[in-house]
């Protein structure tokens, strides 16, 4: 089992910065590496970014590239994501999650955060 604890959401306004954090615990060395996820109001959960553990394979879903910045440190299982010049569309609920495959599918990845709460403010 992999346990998942998102941190660092919060409000903030159009064009500002945020960082969350993604800490695992337990067998992440059964896991490839954690992918983050958001679901806004009444939307689908969406893919964001993904990084390997050992942070040589990232991806990054089209509307955040440039923007958001995803990086691994293994030593401390966390995953970050760095959100920069935020937009509204941006707001929602973000998950991280972890699995053995790094792809922006939500069923290539098993383990589960319970999410944190991303607002935009216009």
């Known amino acids: 089992q992999v346990q998942l604890v998102e941190s660092g959401g919060g409000l903030v306004q159009a064009g500002g910065s945020l960082r969350l954090s993604c800490a695992a615990s337990?067998?992440?060395?059964?896991?490839?590496?954690v992918g983050w996820f958001r679901q806004g109001p009444g939307m689908e959960r969406e893919f964001v970014a993904a990084?390997?553990?050992?942070?040589?394979?990232?991806r990054y879903a089209d509307s955040v590239k440039g923007r958001f910045t995803i990086s691994s440190v293994y030593v401390k299982n966390t995953v970050y994501l760095q959100m920069n010049s935020l937009k509204p569309e941006d707001k929602g609920i973000y998950y991280c999650?972890?699995?053995?495959?790094?792809?922006?599918?939500?069923?290539?990845?098993?383990?589960w955060g319970q999410g944190t709460q991303v607002t935009v403010s216009s």
């Open positions: 999650a972890a699995g053995v495959q790094i792809m922006d599918s939500a069923g290539a990845y098993r383990y």
């Open positions: 337990g067998r992440t060395y059964n896991t490839r590496g």
């Open positions: 990084i390997s553990w050992s942070g040589d394979s990232t």
